[in-house]
């Protein structure tokens, strides 16, 4: 499903300028996001905070891939062989035990090694290449302890001191290969003050033992205060770092801690024997070699927990792989999205189908989902398939770090997201044909209590009072006969009012004009009551099937009611054809527009029952632009 | 005597006042819904409430509820409830507080003048009045399966369905064309077979009736 590397690319260049937008429109901006699609190119990525994800660090020019990649061959062969050069020079000199020497050059290849994988794997990351840089850098200071050479004695110092200055700038960016924030910058700057507290202190004579290159003065006082301010330095700079870690450690999302936890043992380790080390040293080294041994064992681990670290936080090619596999074994809801948020290392990964129709996200069951607005901690990707977006991504805001991960794994899973969002479609659409069949019922409801109540209040009344009147008129017949008349008479006319009032309501029950004449007599019927100008044009004679010819009276009758009361128009048109087998029913005003079919609104009534018939209800209502009512409905 | 009118159409209302007015009776106030009604007895202390079962605000048994609360705070009040369908429910509810001064009729019933200057004087005086639609009703539905009720002849059914109509003996007498002392048999006779205890207040014997016709 992932294509060819450079084709990939093309796509991704030529996409540059399509930016990932919220589907809603301009009035989310808060969302931010990575687009992808199934192709496994990034289409673009929008980070509203910073440019860290532009398009540009996530193209990879060829050419210069080449070069990279040729450089670290040179330095991978250049590795061994430096580090032989060293060994014998060292053990020429004889200054250091041979183990001492092996274990000080294992670091430096541990370093070069572990750096050149992390470099291969995650060439955006500055990371590797710190390492391979810190690892040389551990070769030279070998010197420091095995060369009585003045030259390279001293060169070995500055090195050291370059070692852990290395070792503490790799700590700070680790895992995402930046330096953020003041204090770590400061930090670094006071590392860079080691050099000159070290240098000084050689060039005082610091080390009586050895001949260095320049001696200024000897001057043990001096030389031993500023070896005092240089391990002062370096415990509060150590401790200032661990500080940091631990506040990264503590905000650290489960996925980001996933990455950062190799180094943390690691560290912990090294601090532990660093510890017993130091300990052991001022005990009068009972325990021989062992501490020496293991400190600088886990030091070479701390290289490896720097490329564990590394390349969890990145990809493991491996989960997408898993993911193809477990994508085979899916079968009930929420398989997807467990095996999602596995290869993702993300657990609290949700996923929002989208329906391009409705122009609104579900969940896996059909149920409307609002996507969160974006945080410090979540984010939201869109995955594409073909081009058209088919679900969105909501996770942790520490996989926006690296987003060819998630391009990846939406690239493997397009398929299965698809099949998924077409489920998710199918169970909206049939939550929508309940809600409407409820609907529908609930009307039939409540328009039979409206007639009991038109009943109730209209007619039965006038009857009961028709009835008292001509019981009054009765007892007065002989003593009264003028009161009789009177009563009579008014009882009449009540009776002719209910039964006014009586045709009123079984004409909303049924209008009978419809089943007496068809169509066109009733809707001209319907129209002469609208008080006003409405031009009616009927293209249909021959009757229609009984029940769309209620529902296509019925929606005339509604929406010159609505014309009526809402739209302000001066004149309405209504129009009837047949084509095709279709019933095609418009009516349209020149008022001001703006009708929506809401719930609870009569279009909504009127779209349910244009729907249950198998039809169609269109409305165009641009506001101030008049509206246009559309129904079709087949007549089969 | 004096009586007040509740019903929310005023259509209805002015007729039933006129009638009543023609009757003899005195209207003391007329009230659209059941806060209005409960102010005008609180000032008026009428002696009946002829009270409309459906009134604002929510249209559904706003008469009903009007009544009980008046009887509670009036016990010497009589209360008759129109309503526009015959429901046995609500008539038997109504009696359930004591049937004592208390009527359900039908609204059609105010066509018949005297009949309803009948009724109104019947519950004024602590009589119950119960219209012959609900009675032939709750008949009807205690007959369906085995019934003490089919031991009883034509005559005896005719004489149970008025004495739970509220009648006495007396006057169902005059709707039979019997004696007074003929009505009573046939009562003691329709007690017997259907196990109800004879009871002197007519009322009384209305609820042993009403009892009897609502239990399965």
């Not at chain 2, 005719?158 to 007074?180: C, D, P, Q, W, Y």
Request: glycine share 10%; aromatic share 4%; net charge negative.
């Amino acid at each position: 499903m992932v294509r060819g590397q450079p084709t990939g690319r093309a796509a991704r260049s030529r996409r540059a300028d399509r930016l990932w937008r919220p589907p809603m429109g301009p009035t989310h901006p808060e969302h931010r996001g990575v687009m992808f699609d199934a192709e496994g190119g990034v289409c673009g990525a929008v980070d509203r905070c910073s440019s860290r994800s532009s398009l540009s660090e996530l193209v990879v020019v060829p050419e210069r891939e080449q070069t990279v990649t040729r450089g670290r061959i040179v330095l991978a062969l250049g590795a061994p062989a430096a580090g032989i050069a060293v060994l014998l020079v060292v053990a020429g000199e004889g200054k250091e035990s041979t183990l001492q020497a092996i274990l000080g050059v294992g670091i430096g290849w541990s370093f070069i090694a572990s750096g050149l994988v992390a470099w291969t794997r995650r060439p955006e990351n500055s990371i590797g290449r710190f390492m391979v840089l810190a690892g040389f850098v551990r070769l030279g200071a070998e010197f420091s302890t095995g060369s009585d050479d003045p030259v390279l004695f001293l060169i070995g110092h500055v090195l050291v001191v370059g070692f852990w200055i290395a070792i503490a700038y790799v700590l700070l960016v680790f895992p995402g290969g930046r330096l953020e924030g003041a204090p770590s910058r400061w930090i670094l700057i006071g590392a860079g003050l080691l050099l000159p507290l070290r240098l000084g202190w050689l060039l005082l004579g610091g080390d009586e033992t050895r001949n260095v290159l320049v001696t200024v003065t000897r001057s043990p006082h001096l030389a031993r205060a500023l070896e005092r301010a240089e391990y002062g330095l370096v415990l509060f700079l150590g401790a200032l770092v661990i500080a940091i870690l631990m506040r990264r450690w503590q905000r650290a999302s489960p996925r980001l801690r996933v990455a950062l936890a190799p180094v943390f043992w690691a560290g912990v380790a090294g601090s532990i024997l660093h510890v017993l080390w130091v300990a052991d040293n001022n005990l009068g080294n009972p325990l021989g070699e062992i501490p020496m041994v293991l400190h600088d064992l886990v030091l070479a681990g701390i290289s490896v927990g720097f490329l564990v670290g590394l390349l969890r936080a990145r990809l493991a090619r491996s989960a997408v792989a898993e993911l193809v596999v477990e994508l085979g074994e899916i079968t009930a809801p929420g398989d997807l999205r467990d095996a999602l948020a596995r290869a993702l290392r993300d657990p609290s990964l949700a996923l929002a189908y989208w329906l391009p129709d409705d122009e609104r996200y579900v969940d896996i069951d059909g149920r409307r989902l609002e996507l969160p607005s974006e945080s410090e901690s979540r984010v939201v990707s869109i995955a594409e398939r073909d081009g058209r977006q088919i679900a969105a991504l909501v996770h942790d805001s520490a996989l926006a770090e690296d987003p060819q991960l998630v391009e990846s794994v939406c690239a493997a899973a397009a398929l299965a997201l698809e099949n998924e969002r077409l489920q998710a479609e199918l169970r909206a659409q049939l939550q929508e044909v309940e809600a409407s069949r409820r609907r529908i019922v609930e009307a039939g409801q409540e328009e039979r209590r409206r007639i009991e109540r038109d009943l109730h209040d209209g007619t039965q009344q006038r009857l009961v009072s028709v009835a008292m009147m001509l019981g009054l008129a009765d007892t007065k017949l002989s003593s009264d006969p003028a009161a009789a008349g009177e009563l009579v008479k008014d009882a009449k006319s009540n009776l002719s009012e209910a039964l006014h009032e009586l045709r009123d309501v079984s004409q909303g029950i049924h209008p009978g004009i419809l089943t007496e004449r068809g169509l066109p007599a009733a809707l001209a019927e319907l129209v002469q009551r609208v008080r006003m100008p409405i031009v009616l044009e009927m293209s249909v004679t021959e009757r229609l099937p009984d029940r769309v010819e209620q529902a296509a009276y019925y929606f005339v009758s509604e929406a010159l009611t609505n014309i009526v009361k809402y739209a302000h128009a001066s004149k309405g048109h209504v129009q009837v054809e047949r084509c095709n087998g279709v019933a095609k029913i418009r009516v349209s005003d020149d008022g001001k527009g703006g009708a929506e079919a809401v719930r609870g609104s009569g279009l909504r009534g009127l779209q349910d029952r244009v729907e249950a018939l198998g039809g169609q209800l269109t409305i165009w209502s641009p506001r101030d632009r008049g509206t246009v009512v559309e129904a079709e409905i087949p007549c089969v | 005597m004096r009586v007040v009118v509740a019903d929310d159409s005023v259509l209805l209302r002015e007729g039933v006042v006129r009638l009543l007015e023609e009757a003899g009776f005195d209207v003391v106030g007329q009230a659209g819904d059941g806060d209005e009604l409960r102010e005008l007895v609180d000032k008026q202390t009428p002696d009946v409430a002829i009270v409309d079962i459906r009134m604002p605000p929510t249209y559904t048994d706003e008469g009903l509820q009007a009544a009980r609360q008046l009887r509670s705070c009036h016990p010497d009040l009589g209360v008759l409830v129109l309503s526009q369908y015959v429901r046995p429910s609500y008539a038997l509810e109504l009696l359930e507080g004591g049937s004592q001064g208390i009527g359900y009729l039908l609204k059609d019933r105010v066509s018949d003048v005297t009949e309803l200057a009948d009724s109104i004087r019947r519950i004024a005086d602590g009589g119950s009045v119960l219209d012959p639609e609900v009675v032939a009703q709750l008949v009807e539905r205690r007959r369906s399966g085995a019934s003490p009720i089919d031991d009883l002849t034509e005559r005896e059914r005719e004489v149970l369905a008025l004495v739970a109509e509220g009648r006495s003996n007396k006057a169902i007498g005059e709707r039979l064309f019997i004696t007074e002392h003929t009505v009573e048999k046939h009562v003691q006779n329709i007690l017997a077979k259907l196990d109800i205890f004879e009871s002197a207040e007519d009322h009384r014997r209305v609820l042993a009736v009403l009892a009897f016709l609502e239990s399965d």
